[in-house]
């Protein structure tokens, strides 16, 4: 089910949320937990947890402290207590003993949350807050151009008003540190608000931002991801990737968070791999590794001026590897392992949406030309050969459609090709040698 707020309407299903998480359906799914307790009988005298974890824009979770014990569930709007002054709201994302595991999760402890939930947002928290966060994009063009005009090294990224319109977080990305005193000066006189800059990563940018990865699907730390973990390039290398920075970057500029989610599958597949085997030593010549599949477990040996590679599986590899530390040599690789071949089924185009066949113009084309030729052989005039000999009424008879066709010129054009065309005679009716036509 889609947000209310997202880009085609409300009720739509893959186009995703524009707002970034803070839609007022809690339709896009933006970093939702599923309460896995739920369905299980709590005892009778059993003391609700009296901790709540609030979600807001982008990835930031904080926990409250339900002191007035309001029965509170996931999704719904609430009006939370601000750091600064103030208020904030946000969406409910987990009650209940779910809170207490992830507060261990994240390391927080009971007598360190503090802040407060007030109520549940009523309808004038909630107009306030969209009208608060109707002004977050007007509001970053505008910081934009005042920092271009003080010539700040910075990129501004995101703006997140306070659920009370008094207050704005500015998220920024910078290559060191930024003066930027004089920006929130000339920022807090235009906008009338409280100002906060902050700093992130280029990972938290793309978080706040979202976007569709190479994979065709939104960014993974823009919809589950919380946390980010170091990628390196080793990553790429165990996996047998091209070191090509444009295929593992990301939209954040730094390498892929994905690569690290099957490399641990690759590291153990890894430990039955045979190290440092770059070459075996055989009587036909030393036989050069060209590839390796760690998962079938095969390795693929090339004879010197040979094309023709040989698959060996890791256990006659380790043998051979063996037996050349012991200075045997033996006369070949051994028996060549036969892999099986499917054969390749050509798929042909398959009408699964209902749209019309892709060569449709192609055949139309087909058709059209086809037309063409038989509508130019019923034009073509009759062969002379086959009618020389014969009587104009001789070949009626045998033609009847022939009779009604004009007769032919002598200069083999037709009189339908010249209708248009008046003949005019000469003035002294002078025929092609220059003689009057004599009466007759």
Known sequence: MGCGSCSTGGGCSPAGCKSNGS???NGCSKLDVYDWLSHMDMPTNYKPFGIVEVKFKGSRKEFYLNADNIYLEAGELVV?????GGYDVGHVSITGELVRMQMVKRRVKEEDVVKKIYRKATIADVDKWKAAKDLEWETMHKSRTLALQLNLSMKLSDVDYQGDKTKATFYYTAEGRVDFRELIKKMAETFRIRIEMRQIGMRQEASRLGGIGSCGRELCC??????????????ARYQNLSLNTLKLAGQCGKLKCCLNYELDTYMDALKYIPDNVNYLKTEKGDARLQKTDIFKKLMWFSYPREESWVPLPISRVKEIQQMNREGIIPADLGEVIELETKPVKILDYENVVGQDSLTRLDERRNNNKKKNKNR???NKPNNPAENAGQRPDAVAASNPAAANEPAA???GGNRNNNRHKKFRPNKNNQNRNGQQDKPQ
């Open 23 to 25: 839609c007022l359906t």
């Open 80 to 84: 939370v207590e601000a750091a600064t």
């Open 222 to 235: 823009s919809t589950w991801l919380t946390d980010f973990k170091t990628v390196s390039t080793s990553a």
């Open 376 to 378: 130019n052989k019923g």
């Open 409 to 411: 010129r002598p200069d």
